[in-house]
């Protein structure tokens, strides 16, 4: 089942702007996380925060998380063309050994 | 380190042919291991995973299978492959918390 659902689906923005990306979910979870994915290629973890964080750093990346409304969001500062992927955020519910994935927003950067 | 192998990068078979795809793991031992599904511009279907050696969680009830041999192998197969089998197969290992790392994944397609 997919518990996350990212929003927008797709978003495309011009270089050097910032680009934002929301995520909710269903359950109570332990964590949530973000990943990228390429075109053709596997995930690659980008961030995690956990359900008792409501704010996260990493480089250009930052991540809130607001479990009252059961959703995170994802901010890309400064994007570079080199950001174009699709993102994914994942959470683990409380007690499980899985991750479940959202849909997506693919991100289009132009020069 | 740790690397995940996963082969092959590509496949096509026909319908009805059987399915062996193999995911290994190095640098690590007892990792959890899991096999995804992705549809075309879709999310992450989770299909199976595993905590330990024989143990097998089924997500999805479908045409497919999976074995875990081996501490760092995990294998996913059918016997009869179906036109909705096609897809991106990804397989991933993780810790605690639940973080994934991916293999690049094979491209199956079922004519």
């Known amino acids: 089942s997919q518990q996350g659902e990212e929003d927008p689906q797709a978003l495309s923005i011009q270089e050097g702007e910032n680009a934002t990306m929301n995520c909710s979910y269903k359950?109570?979870?332990?964590?949530l996380q973000w990943y990228r994915q390429n075109s053709g290629r596997g995930l690659v973890h980008l961030i995690l925060?956990?359900?008792?964080?409501r704010e996260k750093h990493s480089g250009r990346l930052r991540v809130t998380l607001d479990t009252s409304k059961k959703s995170s969001s994802l901010l890309i500062t400064a994007s570079r063309a080199a950001d174009t992927a699709s993102y994914f955020c994942a959470t683990d519910e409380q007690g499980a050994q899985k991750l479940v994935f959202g849909q997506g927003t693919r991100l289009t950067i132009n020069p | 380190s740790q690397t995940i192998h996963q082969w092959p990068a590509t496949l096509v078979q026909p319908v009805g042919s059987p399915l062996s795809l193999e995911c290994t793991v190095e640098g690590t031992s007892n990792p959890n291991l899991y096999w995804y599904r992705q549809a075309a511009g879709r999310g992450l279907q989770l299909l199976f995973y595993?905590?330990?050696?024989?143990?097998i969680s089924s997500e999805v009830p479908q045409n497919l299978s999976a074995s875990r041999p081996q501490d760092r192998q995990f294998i996913l197969s059918s016997k009869k492959l179906l036109l909705s089998d096609s897809g991106f197969y990804l397989c991933?290992?993780?810790?605690?918390?639940?973080?994934?790392?991916f293999g690049n994944g094979t491209r199956l397609t079922v004519t």
């Open positions: 595993s905590v330990g050696i024989g143990q």
């Open positions: 991933a290992w993780s810790y605690q918390p639940l973080t994934l790392h």
């Open positions: 925060i956990r359900s008792n964080e």
């Open positions: 359950t109570s979870i332990n964590n």
